[in-house]
T-cell receptor
Framework: EAAVTQSPRNKVTVTGGNVTLSCRQT?????MYWYRQDTGHGLRLIHY???????QIGDVPDGYKATRTTQEDFFLLLELASPSQTSLYFC????????????FGPGTRLTVL | GDSVTQTEGQVTVSESKSLIINCTYS????????LFWYVRYPGEGLQLLLK?????QKGSSRGFEATYNKETTSFHLQKASVQESDSAVYYC??????????FGTGTTVSVSP
């Protein structure tokens, strides 16, 4: 069974809307990540966390909040969604930073109209 | 800063032909980053294809190979004979020390029968 799951898989909202993307991992990993994937940009790191209650800022954090409620669950919050946040979002987990393999969820496609 | 460059956004190749996907990197903060290839099959999340953490070494998996070339700062991915099931998006990535991965923009490979 999948070790990293994301919900919803697809989401459409309007400008100014409030969106929460959910991620759960059953790998017992310490680190979890949120990325966005846009054509021509590759995966860009939004936020990451090394445990419940911890949050680290990534490379493209503006307009995003995140919260790690448990070791398993990591949420990405868009409180005032904008069309520029239309993207494919991936969650991932890993045992640690560095050369450790990251395990990815299937992605959430978000469209902001 | 550190970066990964994949020059081909899309590659089309016939089944049983050879494939090469170019990847070059720039790592200013550390001399010998760890290098990775991830693959994303349709509808799935990214998964690790291979990694090499020592300059001069070659990694291989599922018929794919990549050699860590410090002199040319390259980590090209090659396969001698592709199959239709190799159609996917391939991402080159680097990690420098205890930090999160930096991804290239991805190369979409389409294998025609």
């Amino acid at each position: 069974e999948a070790a990293v799951t994301q919900s919803p898989r697809n989401k459409v909202t309007v400008t100014g809307g409030n969106v929460t993307l959910s991620c759960r991992q059953t790998n017992s990993h310490n680190y979890m990540y949120w990325y966005r994937q846009d054509t021509g940009h590759g995966l860009r790191l939004i936020h990451y966390s090394y445990g419940a209650g911890n949050l680290q800022i990534g490379d493209v954090p503006d307009g995003y909040k995140a919260t790690r409620t448990t070791q398993e669950d990591f949420f990405l919050l868009l409180e005032l969604a904008s069309p520029s946040q239309t993207s494919l979002y991936f969650c991932a987990s890993s045992d640690a930073l560095g050369s450790y393999e990251q395990y990815f969820g299937p992605g959430t496609r978000l469209t902001v109209l | 800063g550190d970066s990964v460059t994949q020059t081909e956004g899309q590659v089309t190749v016939s089944e049983s032909k050879s494939l090469i996907i170019n990847c070059t990197y720039s790592a200013t903060s550390i001399a010998y980053p760890n290098l990775f290839w991830y693959v994303r099959y349709p509808g799935e999340g990214l998964q690790l294809l291979l990694k090499v953490i020592t300059a001069g070494q070659k990694g291989s998996s599922r018929g794919f190979e990549a050699t860590y070339n410090k002199e040319t700062t390259s980590f090209h991915l090659q396969k001698a004979s592709v199959q239709e099931s190799d159609s996917a998006v391939y991402y080159c990535a680097l990690n420098q020390g205890g930090r999160a991965l930096i991804f290239g923009t991805g190369t979409t490979v389409s294998v025609s029968p």
